[in-house]
Structure formats: structure tokens, C-alpha cells
């Protein structure tokens, strides 16, 4: 009889670390060995990312009515004013709890429902999602088997004040999982730390992507829907508009190249993505009189082919990543990667051998980078093609399911579960 495998997230939109998931539910491999189901906070944006992400499987969906604090109609015009977060903190102080037990509640049930053999919870980071938690703690009161639960960030500390409040919480998490899982050496060692666990109950598995249709991807049918002819080396970004993704950085590197005589003829970079810094990014490049080197593409639909129309990838992010999707799946496309080195970016790019590395926030390194990419294209495409090799080695989406079809067999049936 074939067992049962849970998958449980909540993110606010299908977002970079739902990835594995879009993954999971799409492989027939797993769909052969075990009954696969699904649950998720419902929400009309979520569901939008999930479906054009994930074509509809033999997989059971439930969509749960889960409630996320900051939506809140009346929290949000009952505090809105000059004493907003002060005032926020304490009500989440006294709210929080209240949720937390709901969400037990909801999931509990489902799980005494569909009875699963093991439970996968994909959060976010740590703390992350409430629901996160809640699953930890309702599938131990339901009696599940097996609780996983894979960390896609870096996790907080109790250096925060509010932090300290969630330490009986994350205690009895850390109790309830029978094992964490991160995608890079990095976080697992900061995840150890902040919930004080043993080496055993922490694993390192590297996520992997699938680019589709690779071959049908055309530079310049991207160029002509766009109606954009440059010239020189095009650099991609692909991340959210906000300040820990390091946008400013970049367009501080670019500025420093214009400053040292390189033209718009040179190099372009074209910004993908929506966020709060919008405004502020192109009032930089307004000031600083950077136009002809920055296009603001906004969300962009067909992203994998946005990448491919680049000459290479740059994520200068500051904080806050773990293993970037962004990155191998630049690499998959045999593109030079120019990355900060942030948590998961070191297991992906070796550096000056598949990719540029620079130190977060240092303006002239990412300029020297790029500069080395507008002046030696055949190092950058050289580096690009080891990249490629590197992520047919390490990070395709069926070499990272196949770790994890390892990973369940062998705790579901014992050792010989390796060999199904």
C-alpha cells in the first residue's frame, strides 16, 4: 500500500521558496511512489503564482482558510497613526497566540483526516509563517509519523525583542520536528544555533530548478516585444524591490563605471520586479543622470526568457537569502552570475571558475566584476558554460527531488527504502 506525503506552506504569493513545492507536485516519480496532497493558506494571489506555476496533478489540494495578521481590515484602521507600531507589537503579542491555536485547530483535523505517513512544512525562514508552526505542532497532536520541515532563510535570532516572547513556541517546534532541512550549510548552522539543536536533527539538501523550453527561448523575440535595442552587455536583475536585494548597490556600481568613462553603449541593465524602493530607485537614476543605463521592466511574465536575453545575472542582495533560485537558474542558461556572497551564493558559484563573487554592499567590487564582463565577453561566456556544467551536476529539479525521494524512503521504511 502506498504512503502518504503532506506538503504544507503558506506564503503570501508563490513566491521563490514555494519552488520545491511547484517541483514536488509536478514529479511523477514521487506521484508513483506515494499518495502526494497539499494544503495552503488560501488567497486569490497565492492561487494565481500556484496555478500558472504548477499545472493541476493527481495530487489532493486543500485550500484552508488561514488568516494572516497585517490583513487584517480593522487592525490595520484601528492603528494606523503615530503610535502604529508600538501598538501593533502588543496586539500581535496578544492576537498571535489566539491565531496560533486556530491554526493548530484547522490543521489538526485535516491531519487526523487524510492520515499522512510524513509531513513536509515549507517555510519561508525561521520564525516565518505562523502556520508553519502550527503544522509542526498539529501533526505531533495527530499523531503523524514523521514531521519535516524545510527553512528557506536565514533564521532570526532573540536579538529582537519581540523574539524573545516566541522562544516557548520555538521550543516546542524544535521539539516536534523530527528534522530541519536548509538548502545551504549556512543557514543550517544559523538554524542549529537559534533553536538549539542537535547536529542530527539539522540536514543540508540543495534545492534544484527546471527552465522549460529552453530551446525555444529567442533573444531577440524578447528584445522586439519589448521594442528594446541595446547595445553592448546587457545585465539582468531579477529580485523585489527592496533594500535587502541591494538594488542601490547596483545602481551605485553603475554609476561608478559611468563615472570611469563607460557609456551607454557599453553595458545596459535592466531591472526586473516590483517593490516599496521602486519610487526611490528611479529617483536615483534621475538624479544621478543614469537613464541611459537603466530600464525598470516592472513584473515581467515570461522571466525565463527575460534571463536568456541577458549576457549575465547580477543579485547584489545585502541580507536575508539562502540558496537563490535566481542564481542556478541563471546558471542553467549558461549565464555569467555575479552574486553577493550572502548565505547559500558560496555553495552555488565557485568563484572566478562559475561566476563572480563580491563582498555585500561593496560598491567597487560589483563594479569591477561587471567591468570585467563588458570588457573580456569570452571570459564571462567561458565562465557561463562551467556554470552550466556545474548546475547539470548539482542543481537540476530532478537530481534535488531525487534527494529528497531518498531522504522520505529512507525515513518512512528504514535503511532499505534506499534500495526502492
Known amino acids: 500500500m502506498k504512503k502518504k506525503i503532506h506538503y504544507h506552506s503558506e506564503c503570501e504569493f508563490f513566491a521563490g521558496c514555494e519552488n520545491m513545492i511547484g517541483n514536488f507536485l509536478m514529479s511523477k516519480n514521487l506521484s508513483r511512489d506515494f499518495h502526494v496532497s497539499f494544503s495552503y493558506a488560501q488567497s486569490k494571489k497565492y492561487e494565481e503564482g500556484l496555478w500558472n506555476r504548477v499545472p493541476r496533478t493527481t495530487a489532493k489540494y486543500f485550500a484552508l482558510p488561514l488568516?494572516?495578521?497585517?490583513?487584517?481590515?480593522?487592525?490595520?484602521?484601528?492603528?494606523?497613526?503615530?503610535?502604529?507600531?508600538?501598538?501593533?507589537?502588543?496586539?500581535?503579542?496578544?492576537?498571535?497566540?489566539?491565531?496560533?491555536?486556530?491554526?493548530?485547530?484547522?490543521?489538526?483535523?485535516?491531519?487526523?483526516?487524510?492520515?499522512?505517513?510524513?509531513?513536509?512544512?515549507?517555510?519561508?525562514?525561521?520564525?516565518?509563517?505562523?502556520?508553519?508552526?502550527?503544522?509542526?505542532?498539529?501533526?505531533?497532536?495527530?499523531?503523524?509519523?514523521?514531521?519535516?520541515?524545510?527553512?528557506?532563510?536565514?533564521?532570526?535570532?532573540?536579538?529582537?525583542?519581540?523574539?524573545?516572547?516566541?522562544?516557548?513556541?520555538d521550543l516546542m517546534v524544535a521539539h516536534c520536528v523530527d528534522l530541519f532541512i536548509t538548502s545551504s550549510s549556512f543557514t543550517a548552522a544559523r538554524l542549529a544555533k537559534v533553536l538549539r539543536l542537535k547536529p542530527s536533527k539539522v540536514m543540508t539538501l540543495y534545492n534544484g530548478v527546471n527552465i522549460s523550453n529552453r530551446g525555444q527561448f529567442s533573444k531577440t523575440l524578447f528584445d522586439k516585444s519589448l521594442k528594446l535595442k541595446k547595445r553592448g552587455i546587457n545585465f539582468g536583475v531579477v529580485a523585489i524591490l527592496e533594500r535587502r536585494k541591494g538594488h542601490e548597490i547596483l545602481l551605485k556600481a553603475i554609476k561608478k563605471l559611468f563615472e570611469q568613462g563607460f557609456g551607454h553603449d557599453?553595458?545596459?541593465?535592466?531591472?526586473?520586479?516590483?517593490?516599496?524602493?521602486?519610487?526611490?530607485?528611479?529617483?536615483?537614476?534621475?538624479k544621478e543622470n543614469l537613464a541611459p543605463f537603466v530600464t525598470f521592466l516592472g513584473h515581467e511574465k515570461n522571466i525565463e526568457h527575460f534571463m536568456n536575453a541577458c549576457d549575465s545575472i547580477i543579485l547584489p542582495s545585502i541580507a536575508d537569502e539562502d540558496f537563490p533560485n535566481v542564481v542556478i537558474e541563471a546558471m542553467s542558461?549558461?549565464?555569467?552570475?555575479?552574486?553577493?556572497?550572502?548565505?547559500?551564493?558560496?555553495?552555488?558559484?565557485?568563484?572566478?571558475?562559475?561566476?563572480?563573487?563580491?563582498?555585500?554592499?561593496?560598491?567597487?567590487?560589483?563594479?569591477?566584476?561587471?567591468?570585467?564582463?563588458?570588457?573580456?565577453?569570452?571570459?564571462?561566456?567561458k565562465l557561463g558554460s562551467k556554470a552550466k556544467k556545474r548546475y547539470d551536476d548539482f542543481f537540476t529539479a530532478e537530481l534535488a527531488i531525487g534527494r529528497y525521494l531518498g531522504l522520505y524512503r529512507t525515513l518512512i521504511f528504514g535503511e532499505r527504502g534506499k534500495k526502492c
Request: proline share 5%; aromatic share 10%; charged share 20%.
Open 67 to 169: 488568516p494572516k495578521l497585517p490583513e487584517l481590515v480593522w487592525f490595520r484602521c484601528l492603528f494606523h497613526g503615530i503610535f502604529h507600531s508600538s501598538l501593533k507589537f502588543v496586539v500581535r503579542l496578544l492576537i498571535a497566540p489566539l491565531i496560533l491555536i486556530y491554526e493548530i485547530i484547522v490543521l489538526y483535523i485535516l491531519f487526523k483526516k487524510i492520515k499522512p505517513d510524513l509531513v513536509h512544512i515549507n517555510n519561508g525562514g525561521y520564525p516565518g509563517a505562523l502556520s508553519a508552526r502550527a503544522a509542526a505542532l498539529a501533526s505531533k497532536l495527530a499523531s503523524v509519523p514523521i514531521i519535516l520541515m524545510v527553512v528557506n532563510n536565514v533564521a532570526v535570532g532573540y536579538e529582537r525583542y519581540s523574539r524573545k516572547f516566541e522562544l516557548p513556541i
Open 266 to 286: 557599453d553595458f545596459h541593465v535592466f531591472v526586473e520586479g516590483e517593490g516599496s524602493l521602486k519610487d526611490e530607485l528611479k529617483q536615483f537614476v534621475i
Open 333 to 381: 542558461l549558461s549565464k555569467l552570475v555575479i552574486a553577493s556572497k550572502v548565505s547559500g551564493t558560496i555553495e552555488q558559484v565557485h568563484h572566478n571558475e562559475t561566476g563572480f563573487l563580491v563582498s555585500p554592499g561593496d560598491v567597487n567590487e560589483l563594479a569591477a566584476a561587471m567591468k570585467v564582463a563588458i570588457r573580456q565577453p569570452n571570459i564571462a561566456k
